[in-house]
């Protein structure tokens, strides 16, 4: 194999080789190029842009005001950032919900100007047309049902969908219309874990959980949950296997004692 094969990026065809041998997709949402790459070299095979970035970097209570510049910064940085990764950008609140006509303005601005190698669109039947439309036009669409965090305002907060036949009826005409629309995989978010795999079984294209059990075809999380850098809250889907968060503190604390005490800059740092 070539060097140039062996650091070509993942393509969706790849992923859906993955899903069909039975192998787990690892997915991580993040924001920048320095934790992008790492979690590339760690094995991470695709990487989400999410809007949670407004959360987790620029301090907004939810995914909402995330703008359309804000994510297409982020989602550049973390191009830049990797090599092999497939990577995804999440389009914002109201940067398709408009029309197929402005979701393709925009879309095509991840793949132009980021780099990105596809989009993420919430909403199943309802955006089915706009991931068709751009599907045709040659832009890759991760879709996302259940759970819809830019629908949190209508859903009155973050709870589990699907746990009603209604609703699970519902989730599942949604991922069937994705993929007939020809998303090249779904994220299943905040449903119940029998649900997303019975799912799973019926789809072709991979499924990507998060909060959805163990049966997908592969998982997501938000690097900053895993890692542990929010120790106020830790969502019920996630695990952290490590404690950054405290680490950060100490070391952060041990600089500031040593600048006020004049220990640091020692010579060593000094020329």
């Known amino acids: 194999m070539s060097k ?13 080789r993955m899903r069909e041998a039975g192998g787990r997709i690892v997915c991580v949402t993040a924001f920048d190029a320095l934790i992008s790459r790492l979690s590339e070299e760690a094995g991470v095979q695709l990487l989400l842009v999410g809007d949670s970035l407004g959360m987790t970097v620029l301090g907004y209570k939810n995914t909402v005001p995330v703008t359309l510049e804000q994510s297409l910064h982020h989602t550049a940085a973390v191009v830049r950032g990797t090599r092999r990764a497939l990577v995804v950008g999440d389009m914002p609140f109201m940067t398709y919900q408009v029309s197929p006509e402005q979701a393709l303005v925009n879309a095509a601005r991840y793949l132009q100007e980021a780099g990105a ?32 965090p830019q629908r949190v305002g209508v859903d009155g907060g ?30 299943l978010e905040g449903v119940p874990a029998a649900l997303a795999e019975t799912i799973t079984a019926k789809l072709a294209i991979p499924t990507i959980g998060i909060g959805a059990g163990a049966g997908c075809s592969g998982q997501v999380q938000v690097i900053h949950d895993i890692l542990g850098l929010f120790d106020e809250f830790v969502p019920k889907h996630t695990k952290a296997y490590a404690n950054l968060a405290e680490e950060i503190r100490k070391a952060v604390g041990s600089y500031a004692a040593e600048v006020k005490s004049g220990k640091f800059p020692g010579k060593a740092q000094s020329w």
């Open 4 to 16: 140039q094969t062996e650091t070509a990026r993942l393509t969706v065809r790849d992923l859906r």
């Open 117 to 148: 190698d596809a989009v993420k669109l919430e909403g199943g039947v309802a955006v089915a047309p706009t991931v068709e439309r751009l599907v045709r036009a040659g832009v890759p669409v991760l879709g996302h049902v259940g759970l819809l």
């Open 158 to 187: 973050y709870r589990v969908h699907g746990r009603t036949p209604a609703e699970a009826k519902q989730i599942l005409a949604d991922a069937l219309a994705l993929e007939k629309a020809g998303a090249f995989a779904v994220v």
